[in-house]
């Protein structure tokens, strides 16, 4: 079981990180096995580069290796 997890935002669309460490510590704590950032609604792909990576990276720091990461597998490509 995959968490796919909501990601919140505050004022001006930037990611609210401190509830993003919040969720992350929740599916820690939760049967998931793995969790799945920025993919409830499709928001990856219409999300800045910048705040892509600045989710990715909060949920890579607050996990820290104990689920499994699927970072960027809600983005598109043709390759």
């Known amino acids: 079981m995959v968490g796919v ?4 935002f505050v004022r001006d669309c ?4 401190e509830e993003i460490f919040a969720q992350t510590e929740r599916l820690i704590r939760s049967a998931a096995d793995g969790i799945l950032p920025c993919a409830s609604t499709g928001e990856f792909i219409k999300m800045d580069p910048d705040n892509r990576i600045r989710v990715l990276e909060a949920v890579a720091e607050a996990n820290d290796g104990q689920k ?3 970072a960027g597998a809600c983005d598109s490509s043709v390759s």
């Open 68 to 70: 499994v990461l699927f």
């Open 5 to 8: 997890t909501v990601t919140p």
């Open 14 to 17: 930037e990611p609210d990180i």
